[in-house]
């Protein structure tokens, strides 16, 4: 985390280059994965197809290893440790219901982290709300590049997504993952910690480690707060995973795109929905 | 003396919100890791062949 405290130009670029291809490769995975997704997949087996898939593009280390969630588990209303219940399950993908897929491999030093939200069977009932749920995405897509590039604050920022996600009559839900996030940064990577070994599947000790770090840093030596969340102070700097997610019924959608912030620069790696990652 | 109108700019996070976050973070992860190891006797191979 230092060295984003000090990013110079150079240094930024650097993270937008490494990013940005780590970014490539996980996004033509979890897309590619995607197409295969059918009713009657289970979480871990479509888990163990994305690890299959990464295995081949050579990822050994990760943020947080593949996470797939369908049906109602999609919203995270379950009660207890967000951590141990978002593990993928044996529960069984049925008929018109959604799905959301994500991952965060760190690829050559580098880590990214995309998520793709889809529906089994685009034909059923349930696919109008989803596909609903996925232009409200698109719409906060293009107007939160703004918002960050204006907002005093992240909490700021995060209090507008929230009121946007609100005002179309739609549930919040990324204020339900570890630290309440909207976004965590990406930067000050590779660092001391990104190479340390796999420990069963889920979070990693590189994600782990380096937001502990950045959390102790920006208490004791004022270093940028390495999270968007209600509590974030100053202005969004930097290179972000962004991850507003919503929900509906029963049905809950996100994405997961890395967002660029840098005074006058402010912009999507990827600026469509789901799209081409750009760099 | 004249108080100031305009609220101050916060330059840190919430404490207390951090230190949960750093509480939780390290029970959460324990969780996981034992309910992904309790889990483990299948591996991915033997996941993939269910399809």
């Given amino acids: ?279 | 003396m004249t108080e100031s109108l305009t609220k101050p700019r916060r330059s840190r996070a919430p404490l207390g919100a951090d230190l949960a976050i750093l509480v939780l973070g390290i029970w959460g992860f324990l969780r996981q890791c034992l309910k992904s190891w309790l889990r483990a006797e299948k591996g991915p191979d033997e996941l993939e062949s269910d399809r």
């Fill in chain 1, 1 to 279: 985390m230092s060295a984003r405290a000090a990013a110079a130009p150079d240094l930024r670029a650097t993270y937008v280059s490494g990013i940005a291809a780590a970014q490539r490769i996980t996004r033509e995975v979890i897309l590619t994965v995607s197409q295969s997704v059918r009713p009657g997949d289970t979480e871990r087996g479509v888990c163990a197809r994305l690890e299959r898939e990464f295995a081949r593009a050579k990822v050994a280390h990760w943020l947080h290893t593949p996470y797939a969630w369908w049906g109602e588990r999609t919203r995270f209303d379950w009660r207890g440790s967000w951590e141990a219940n978002a593990l993928p399950s044996d529960r069984v993908l049925q008929e018109g219901e959604a799905f959301v897929l994500d991952a965060a491999p760190i690829i050559d030093g580098f880590p990214a982290d995309f998520a793709y939200s889809g529906v089994a069977s685009p034909g059923a009932e349930a696919a109008a709300v989803h596909a609903a749920l996925l232009a409200e995405l698109t719409k906060l897509k293009g107007e939160l590049g703004k918002w960050a590039r204006d907002a005093a604050s992240g909490a700021e920022l995060c209090a507008r997504v929230a009121t946007s996600i609100e005002h179309a009559g739609l549930d919040v839900i990324h204020t339900r993952y570890p630290a309440q996030v909207l976004a965590h940064t990406l930067e000050g990577f590779p660092n001391w910690c990104s190479s340390a070994p796999r420990v069963g599947t889920g979070f990693q000790l590189p994600l782990l480690l380096t937001y502990a770090t950045g959390i102790v840093l920006h208490h004791l030596g004022g270093a940028p707060y390495p999270f968007l969340n209600a509590g974030a102070p100053g202005r969004p700097r930097g290179l972000y995973a962004v991850e507003p997610h919503l929900g509906q019924g029963r049905l809950g959608a996100k994405f997961e795109s890395v967002l660029l912030v840098d005074g006058d620069e402010t912009r999507w790696l990827d600026p469509e929905l789901f799209g081409e990652v750009l760099g």
